[in-house]
C-alpha cells in the first residue's frame, strides 16, 4: 500500500520530479565532461637465467665456480622480480623519472597479482602507466621498462655476478597502445545520477507534503468565526 502511495505521490508531483531529475542529468553530464580521461598503456617483463647457466664453470686460475647471488637460492627468479619491483617502485626513482606527488603522469609496478604479499610467485615485472596524454602514458612505460635493466644490472654488478650469468629481463609484451579509461568518470557521474534521483524522491514527497499543509490551512475557519459561538454564549449569560 505504501509503494502505490508513493507512485501516486509522484504521479500528482510529477513536474516537480521532472524538474528534479532534468537537473541530476545536467549534473551528471557535468561531472562526466569535467573529469579529464586518463589514457593507460601496460608492458610485460619476465626474468629468465642466461643459456650458459646460473654460475660459471671453474677455471684453471679460479677453481672454485662463481654463482650468481641472485640465483643461489629457490626461487631465484621470483625473488628478483619482487626486489625490481619494489625498487621501481620507490620515491628516489620515480622522482629521477620525473613522476611526483602532483605529476599527471604516473606509473606502477607489479608482478601480475594485485596482492604485493604474493610478489614471489611469478618472474613477471608489470609496468603500467597513466597520463592525461596517451602519448606521455606509453613514455613513461618506455622509460620505466629501461630503467629496470638498468638497474638490475647494477645490481648484479654489486653482488659481483659473473657477467655471464646475469639474469635477463625480457620484453614479452611491448607498451601497448594507450587506451582511454573512463571507468572512473562513468562511476562518478552514476553516482551523481543516483544521488540526483533520491533528491528528485525527497523534492516530490516534500512538495506533496506543503501542499497538504496549506490545503488543511484554507479548509480550516478564520480564527473570528470560530469564535463567534463562544461569544454568543457568553452575551446569553
Known amino acids: 500500500m505504501d509503494f502505490w502511495k508513493a507512485i501516486s505521490v509522484l504521479f500528482r508531483r510529477w513536474y516537480v520530479a521532472l524538474s528534479a531529475l532534468l537537473l541530476t542529468f545536467i549534473a551528471a553530464y557535468g561531472m562526466y565532461a569535467t573529469i579529464p580521461t586518463q589514457y593507460s598503456s601496460t608492458t610485460l617483463m619476465v626474468l629468465t637465467v642466461p643459456t650458459s647457466g646460473s654460475y660459471r664453470m671453474p677455471q684453471p686460475t679460479v677453481p672454485n665456480p662463481l654463482v650468481n647471488p641472485l640465483l643461489n637460492f629457490d626461487g631465484g627468479l621470483n625473488m628478483t622480480a619482487s626486489i625490481m619491483v619494489q625498487v621501481l617502485n620507490g620515491p628516489e ?50 622509460r620505466v621498462a629501461e630503467r629496470a635493466k638498468i638497474e638490475l644490472k647494477r645490481r648484479q654488478e654489486r653482488l659481483g655476478s659473473p657477467p655471464e650469468t646475469f639474469i635477463n629481463l625480457t620484453e614479452m609484451i ?64
Open 93 to 142: 626513482v620515480a622522482g629521477q623519472l620525473g613522476v611526483h606527488a602532483e605529476s599527471t603522469t604516473t606509473y606502477r609496478v607489479h608482478n601480475g597479482h594485485p596482492n604485493p604479499e604474493l610478489l614471489i610467485n611469478a618472474p613477471f615485472v608489470v609496468i603500467e602507466g597513466t597520463s592525461l596524454s596517451p602519448q606521455e602514458a606509453k613514455k613513461i612505460v618506455q
Open 174 to 237: 611491448a607498451p601497448t597502445e594507450p587506451f582511454a579509461e573512463r571507468g572512473g568518470k562513468t562511476r562518478t557521474a552514476a553516482v551523481v545520477f543516483a544521488l540526483g534521483v533520491m533528491a528528485a524522491l525527497a523534492a516530490s514527497y516534500a512538495a506533496e507534503s506543503i501542499m497538504l499543509g496549506l490545503r488543511r490551512r484554507k479548509e480550516q475557519p478564520p480564527l473570528s468565526e470560530a469564535a463567534t459561538p463562544s461569544e454568543e454564549a457568553v452575551l446569553q449569560r
